[in-house]
């Protein structure tokens, strides 16, 4: 049976950005707690691969609560050369020669799948928003002059609201 390798890139969607986006100090922290929660999903013999070291109090308690769990690892350490499977949260990456490494197919089907230009255009008829996709400055102008209502403007990728802009009247976009 396969031993399984957990990783969590709660930040992959700005990594598929064209943009160079810069993942600021809160966003890297907040990664950081979310990866922690697959130290207890994983079993004894299992592998978590973390960008930090975790608390050593937080290790020590779950530790004295009878929790096991599976060897800590951090980023870019090598992995045994035995039968591993993969178990990711952001599928970018793949399982190579004991290390993780981007995986252009999953790249590629993850920047479709997560760009909101190609989730809007599988939702748009059945939508009751309206929705326009902006690909120039110029154009951005122009939508602004007709704004009648609230709008929000969004990058093609982001999570979770961040890095939106909400206009509420056109004196708000100049």
Request: charged content about 25%; some cysteine; hydrophobic content about 35%.
């Amino acid at each position: 049976m396969a031993r399984k390798v957990y990783y969590l890139d709660s930040l992959f969607e700005y990594r598929l950005s064209p943009h160079n986006v810069r993942i600021d100090s809160p966003l890297q922290r907040r990664n950081e707690c979310l990866e922690k929660m697959f130290i207890p999903l994983s079993g004894p013999s299992d592998f978590v691969i973390l960008s930090d070291h975790p608390d050593p109090l937080l290790l020590n308690h779950w530790d004295i609560s009878g929790l096991s769990f599976g060897t800590l690892l951090l980023e870019g350490d090598l992995l045994p050369t035995e039968d591993l499977e993969l178990v990711s949260w952001g599928e970018l990456v793949r399982l190579s020669d004991s290390r993780l490494e981007v995986d252009s197919d999953k790249l590629q089907i993850s920047k479709t799948i997560n760009s909101k230009i190609y989730q809007w255009d599988l939702r748009k008829e059945d939508s009751l928003l309206r929705g326009k996709i902006i690909t120039s400055e110029d154009n951005l102008i122009s939508e602004l002059e007709d704004v009648h209502s609230p709008i929000v403007l969004k990058a093609e990728y982001g999570l979770a609201g961040r890095n939106q802009i909400v206009l509420g009247q056109t004196s708000e976009s100049w």
